[in-house]
């Protein structure tokens, strides 16, 4: 089993999360603020979690999701901000999200049926397959057949 890929799929959505809440100011993302409190190896490096966690935010970088200044020795990404394609992906509605004939006024569905919505519920909700599924849904370029414009 590839561990390391739950955790990737956990620290992408958290850390999108963190910056779809933010958005759109520029905030520092800490490592720490996703994973917890992480101890040196013997060397002073970070932990192998805390530098997988450090190189899921920079992937995120690398393929467009967020941007940031700088980094802040290994601890954080400096005035970090979702890009567009990263606010489009996690606004987007996710099919099926709501029961339908469920009573809850259009705004009230409308954000339930987000993303950014359904990935925080899994993440409170520690549903391992669901934060799985639903980060691997943010990362397909197309939902409900439109193309996405980024």
Known sequence: MDLQIDDFYK???????????????????????????????EFGLPSKRHQSCLGTLLWLAEEGYIRFDSTIAYDALDQAVLTEKGFLRLSRSVPHALREGE????????????????????????????????TRLLFESTLNGTSDIV
């Open 103 to 134: 009573p809850l006024p259009p705004s009230v569905r409308r954000v339930h049926a987000t993303l950014a919505f359904q990935l925080r519920e899994a993440l409170t909700q520690r549903h391992g397959e669901r934060v799985a599924r639903l």
């Open 11 to 41: 620290d992408a959505a958290a850390g999108l999360l963190l910056l779809y809440q933010a958005f759109p100011r520029k905030v520092a993302l800490y490592v720490e603020d996703l994973i917890g409190r992480e101890e040196p190896d």
